[in-house]
């Protein structure tokens, strides 16, 4: 079956813009949950979305957000790029949330200037 | 709260030689916890899982033991392959509260020299 998958993989913008980033499930998955992951901080939760709505939340600022479809895929988007934003973004989705069950993507690489 | 700390990296290896990845955790009750490889370019693998004191985790002839007493969950495995270069993420999920979601280590890059 097709895996976990986000879109685009590379991103440059530059600071003050926003960004929109993709996470598609596996067929069947109702939850996408988001990780960042930088050098300094490594991976942090950000959140997660189950059937459209936002469960949980990471302690992450308010550009930070986040919406999921009823076709399960999910955005993020990200405003007021700032550029300690550079990360790696990735997407897990599972069929309820649970971590045992996290199938994970590649990543959005995104690059801010 | 909760945090995992992992042994600091780079690790550099010969292959068929010993692998120890150190982690620890600070979490109350009794989390779950995980190993995760990420290889260059892809996302995180899954590569096992303890529940609960004393089980152990193996896959691909990586292993490691849930200790409660010493709030350990180090990796080994017993002869590493080029294969095996990636970065190796310790995780925990709380047993209650957040428990979807995770808690990462920083991650210990391994490379296999032939």
């Known amino acids: 079956k097709a895996g976990v998958t986000q879109t685009p993989r590379y991103l440059i913008k530059t600071r003050g813009q926003q960004v929109t980033l993709s996470c598609s499930p596996i067929?069947?998955?109702?939850?996408v949950s988001w990780y960042q992951q930088t050098p300094g901080q490594g991976l942090q939760f950000l959140f997660e979305?189950?059937?459209?709505?936002?469960?949980n939340k990471g302690n992450f600022p308010g550009r930070f957000s986040g919406r999921q479809f009823s076709n399960s895929r999910s955005e993020m988007n990200v405003s007021t790029l700032e550029l300690g934003d550079s990360a790696l973004y990735l997407c897990?989705?599972?069929?309820?949330?649970?971590?045992?069950?996290?199938?994970f993507g590649s990543g959005t690489r995104l690059t801010v200037v | 709260g909760d945090s995992v700390t992992q042994m600091e990296g780079p690790v550099t290896l010969s292959e068929e030689a010993f692998l120890t990845i150190n982690c620890t955790y600070t979490?109350?009750?009794?989390?779950?916890l995980f190993w995760y490889v990420q290889y260059p370019g892809e996302g995180l693998q899954l590569l096992l899982k303890?529940?609960?004191?004393?089980d152990k985790g193996s896959n691909k002839g990586f292993e490691a033991t849930y200790r409660k007493e010493t709030t350990s969950f180090h990796l080994e495995k017993g002869s590493v392959q080029v294969s095996d270069s990636a970065v190796y993420f310790c995780?925990?999920?709380?047993?209650?509260?957040?428990?979807?979601?995770?808690?990462f280590g920083s991650g210990t890059q391994l490379t296999v020299l032939p």
């Open positions: 897990a989705s599972s069929l309820d949330g649970q971590v045992y069950g996290y199938t």
């Open positions: 067929s069947g998955h109702r939850s």
């Open positions: 979305y189950f059937s459209e709505t936002q469960r």
């Open positions: 979490a109350t009750g009794y989390p779950s």
């Open positions: 303890a529940t609960k004191a004393d």
């Open positions: 995780a925990l999920r709380k047993e209650s509260g957040s428990a979807r979601q995770l808690t």
